[in-house]
């Protein structure tokens, strides 16, 4: 199995920057794709962002597209989300997630990640 603790979270002003670390343990890890969820107060679990098992395809939703980096480390077991010109909007619990498989057709579907970290919060004042 995989587990996953985020890191990196907290607050930033509007057009400023924050990157993200998910550090997982566990002897599979290059075998996993991985993605990013963000979760608002009162609004559904939604999909950020995610990357194959080698980092070779990476995907966003809307709403991230050109401000966000999703990357991975593996000899260092470890995913990045690089968040630059923050907004309002960003502002949500971001959790880590680790599917069963090195890759998905299915990348922002909640139902295709096993493993899930514990959310780290991120705060962008309006």
């Known amino acids: 199995q995989v587990q996953l603790v985020e890191s990196g979270g907290g607050l930033a002003q509007a057009g400023g920057s924050l990157r993200l670390s998910c550090a997982a343990s566990?002897?599979?890890?290059?075998?996993?794709?991985m993605g990013w969820f963000r979760q608002a107060p009162g609004k559904e679990r939604e999909f950020v962002a995610a990357?194959?098992?080698?980092?070779?395809?990476?995907y966003y939703a809307d709403s991230v597209k050109g401000r966000f980096t999703i990357s991975r480390d593996n000899p260092k077991n470890t995913v990045y989300l690089q968040m630059n010109n923050l907004k309002p909007e960003d502002t949500a619990v971001y959790y880590c997630?680790?599917?069963?498989?090195?890759?998905?057709?299915?990348?922002?579907?909640?139902?295709?990640?096993?493993?899930w970290g514990q959310g780290t919060q991120v705060t962008v004042p309006s």
């Open positions: 997630a680790a599917a069963p498989t090195p890759y998905s057709s299915y990348y922002a579907r909640l139902q295709t990640y096993d493993y």
């Open positions: 566990g002897r599979t890890f290059s075998s996993n794709a």
């Open positions: 990357i194959n098992w080698n980092g070779g395809n990476t």
